[in-house]
């Protein structure tokens, strides 16, 4: 019913910036706004962590590698996500993921799923 697609990954070097986006569309009908919004990670040989989150009521929490320099945020009017990562390290390497729930009705009824990943490199 909801595809999230992400987008802005890339290599960049140390102490840089990206912005990923997170993207909802309705593959059979039209979507009503993101309500809450994770950031997840894995970098090879690791599991999966937790990077950044947006409850419906617009509370954030931050992993604390991360702290100080990712912003989460979303438009609903685009029905857009984004992730602003700045003084980017080594250690952010990883494939970046976004998880959502999505209004899919006026009525209440809600879609949960991920996307399909984009990768972030930083070159030290």
């Known amino acids: 019913q909801v595809q999230l697609v992400e987008s802005g990954g890339g290599l960049v070097q140390a102490g840089g910036s990206l912005r990923l986006s997170c993207a909802a569309s309705g593959t059979s009908g039209i979507i009503f706004g993101i309500n809450e919004i994770s950031w997840y990670r894995q970098a090879p040989g690791k599991q999966r962590e937790m990077v950044a989150g947006?409850?419906?009521?617009?509370?954030?929490d931050y992993a604390d590698s991360v702290k100080g320099r990712f912003t989460i945020s979303k438009d609903n009017a685009k029905n857009t996500a984004y992730l602003q990562m700045n003084s980017l390290n080594s250690e952010d390497t990883a494939v970046y993921s976004c998880?959502?729930?999505?209004?899919?009705?006026?009525?209440?009824?809600?879609?949960?799923?991920w996307g399909q990943g984009t990768q972030v490199t930083v070159s030290s």
């Open positions: 947006m409850t419906r009521d617009g509370r954030t």
């Open positions: 998880t959502a729930e999505v209004s899919i009705d006026l009525e209440g009824s809600t879609w949960y799923g």
